[in-house]
């Protein structure tokens, strides 16, 4: 079993994939081929953006946008504490103070009071300008926009939206990567849209931002001529092969993936229900594209020993993730490790993510729950 099945997409898609790439390797418009910009034309229309700006991956889009905004040394930038490294590498690495802010244990998210908890402290503290929200899509799911938006507007902060896991996900009807002043995503092979390498992009409303990020995602171009270098920049492009793979997976994402995951998630939401494992919950108004399908053992379960079972088991599960993003040795001894995060630290320490994807079938799902409610760390629990 596969914890995520990029061989059975293929052998699904293989002839319009293999199509597309010999059309990329006839015409040998490698950088900045036709395919790059059509593909920019279908990402914005599904999304609902005016802009989409591809680049080089979902770490390089969030730097992006962060450049964007002239984001640096004394800035505040908030960021959930139960996130992937890029969400707060980015902005640290831009010279900005991470504030790391603790999550809801049901959707994993960001906790929007604690976010506004947070937003006053650093302004009762005097030292840092709060500048930003990094809102994190986890595992497929939008974050709390109807909460985050409004704090935002509220104390002037921007909103980025970091929807690399989220992509393909809804709230109230409205796509992610819409929600953010400025969104962006990855298209990392196992993200819920993935591509065969590395890529990424940049989604905004905003005409000076996108031309400002179209600029310095190319050494700083001037308009059209990438000769003409009226500031400095990054070299930070999705190449054509990429853009082509995407343009195939993006119609089938479209067409029926992300109904598909939904039916695999509710497969799993049935085998595991009363079983005290605890399951994922997708709040009213939103869907999600399940980039991950986590459960949360009841604390008294070794995890490493039942993770050491089902791969016995040929059982793959994962654990995302481990580390809080203020123990992240990368943040010693600045104002981010001084987070109190407690949900998150609870998280790291229950979480299992199980293998998921729209190629999962009910029997694969079957096995994964038997195997799971077999084990001899059941939980006796029922609830
Ligand atoms: C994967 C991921 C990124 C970074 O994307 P890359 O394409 O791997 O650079 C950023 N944020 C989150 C939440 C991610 O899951």
């Known amino acids: 079993m596969q914890f995520r099945d990029l061989k059975k997409q293929y ?28 593909l920019e034309d279908e990402l914005a229309a599904y999304v609902g953006a005016k802009h ?96 985050i938006r409004p704090i935002c507007e509220k104390h002037g902060l921007l909103l980025l939206e970091d929807g690399a896991q989220g992509f393909g996900g809804t709230l109230h009807g409205q796509k992610a990567c819409s929600f953010g002043d400025i969104s962006t995503t990855s298209f990392f092979p196992a993200k819920p849209l993935g591509c065969y390498g590395d890529g990424g992009a940049v989604f905004t409303d905003n005409d000076e931002w996108a031309a400002y990020i179209r600029s310095i995602a190319v050494h700083g171009k001037g308009g059209a001529d990438k000769y003409n270098n009226v500031r400095l920049g990054m070299n930070s492009r999705l190449d054509t092969l990429q853009a082509a793979i995407l343009q195939v997976k993006l119609k089938a994402f479209r067409d029926y993936e992300v109904a598909d995951v939904n039916k695999v998630a ?29 459960v ?4 008294d379960i070794d995890r490493a020993a ?27 001894n600045t104002r981010s490790a001084t987070a109190d995060c407690p949900i998150t630290e609870q998280l790291c320490q229950t979480v299992l993510a199980l293998p998921m994807g729209p190629y999962v079938t009910q029997e694969a799902v079957q096995i994964v729950a038997a195997a799971l409610t077999a084990c001899p760390q059941q939980p006796l629990i029922v609830f």
Not at 66 to 83: C, Q, S
Request: aromatic share 10%.
């Open 296 to 299: 949360r053992l009841p604390e």
């Open 11 to 38: 052998q699904v898609l293989q002839p319009q994939i293999d199509a597309a790439i010999q059309e990329v390797l006839c015409e040998a418009r490698f950088i900045s081929g036709p395919q790059v910009k059509a």
């Open 52 to 147: 989409c700006i591809t680049c080089a991956n979902g770490t390089d889009a969030i730097t992006l946008a962060l450049k964007a905004w002239h984001i640096g040394a004394g800035d505040a930038v908030f960021v959930p504490d139960f996130t992937f490294f890029a969400s707060g590498e980015c902005p640290a690495a831009e010279g900005a103070s991470c504030i790391f802010v603790d999550v809801s244990p049901e959707t994993f998210n960001m906790d929007a009071q604690k976010l506004e908890q947070a937003i006053l402290q650093v302004k009762a503290e005097g030292q840092l300008i709060p500048k930003a929200v990094i809102a994190v899509d986890l595992f497929g799911q939008t974050a709390d926009y109807d909460a």
């Open 306 to 332: 039942l993770q050491a079972k089902l791969k016995e088991q040929g059982i793959p599960t994962m654990i995302y993730y481990a580390k809080p993003m203020h123990k992240q040795g990368a943040f010693t």
């Open 266 to 294: 509710a497969w799993y939401d049935e085998a595991l229900k009363n079983t005290g494992f605890i399951l994922p919950t997708v709040p009213q108004g939103m869907v999600s594209s399940w980039a991950q399908y986590t």
